[in-house]
């Protein structure tokens, strides 16, 4: 079994002391590809210097709603420049939160359509992230041309608003909250997705999926989303994971391969 965390922050200075065995782990557990998400600067740098280190690892870069407030010029520039490596294949995390609303949220959306412009510019997919700001989401995804290679991840909304999503194009990824027992939505969502659209995610070091709720969360926990996914799929968790990883890939422009070498020894 070949599994792809479409999005965790291995970048996080909570993997600081054991970034080998967390990247160990995950491997002996399947995830074998991953793609580590950036939230400012300094972590989307973390991001790409881990992807250009480990084979399987990816990254995106990008700045984070909580971070806008901060953001200047210059930053979107730097960000330019790292999409050119190679893999740096994405550029996310961007997107919209009122939930903490940590940047006013006029300079979120403002920094948002920047980014989504310089997706567009780059020709990189996008990995979305909002909270509780549905409607001026899809505002501004309207706003920038309607059409879009990325994802929603770490999807909480209802299936009612997840089809304003797919209609513009996006996957749709499912992180640890999927297994909790008091998922409410999630199990509604899931089933109704096109089956071509999935995408699972851990979002470590947050969201850690039952049984290990309360602890850090890591890659190789991506299986428990991986065997909920298909309880509601009434699918294999071999099947869940199969597909999941071909959509990841078309998704993000990789090869539906296996990485040759895991272990990371040949980049
Ligand atoms: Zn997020
Ligand atoms: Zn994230």
């Keep these: ?23 160990q782990r995950a491997r002996a557990a399947g995830v074998v590809r991953m793609l580590v998400v950036g939230y400012d600067l300094p972590s989307s740098q973390r991001a790409l210097a881990l992807a250009a ?3 399987g690892v990816y990254a995106a870069v990008g700045i984070h709603p909580h971070e806008a407030a901060a953001a200047t010029a210059g930053d979107l520039e730097r960000l330019e420049e790292m999409l050119a490596h ?16 940590n940047s006013p949220r006029r300079v979120q959306q403002e920094v948002f359509r920047a980014q989504l412009a310089l997706a567009r510019k780059a020709g990189k997919p996008v990995v979305i992230h909002g909270r509780e700001a549905h409607a001026d989401l899809v505002a501004a995804l309207q706003a920038e041309g309607g059409h879009y290679q990325g994802v929603m991840h770490c ?74 996914v298909a309880e509601l799929l009434g699918m294999t968790t071999e099947a869940v994971a199969e597909l ?9 422009g990789l090869p539906a391969e296996t990485p040759f070498d ?4 040949t980049g």
């Design 53 to 55: 280190a480990e084979a």
């Design 86 to 101: 190679p893999k740096a294949v994405a550029l996310g995390e961007i997107g919209l939160d009122y939930h903490y609303e």
């Design 262 to 265: 895991c272990t990371g020894h």
């Design 1 to 23: 079994m070949r599994l792809f965390d479409t999005h965790c922050h291995l970048n996080d200075e909570a993997y600081q002391a054991d970034l080998a065995a967390v990247l």
């Design 244 to 252: 999941t990883w071909k959509n990841g890939a078309a998704c993000f």
């Design 155 to 228: 999807y909480s909304g209802s299936k009612e608003a997840v089809r304003e999503y797919l209609a513009m194009n996006l996957h749709i990824s499912v992180a640890g909250p999927v297994t909790f027992k008091n998922a409410r939505k999630l199990p509604e969502v899931v089933p109704a997705l096109p089956p071509d659209r999935l995408l699972i995610e851990t979002d470590a070091p947050y969201l850690t999926p039952h049984p290990w709720r309360g602890r850090r969360n890591e890659p190789a926990y991506l299986v428990a989303v991986a065997e909920r």
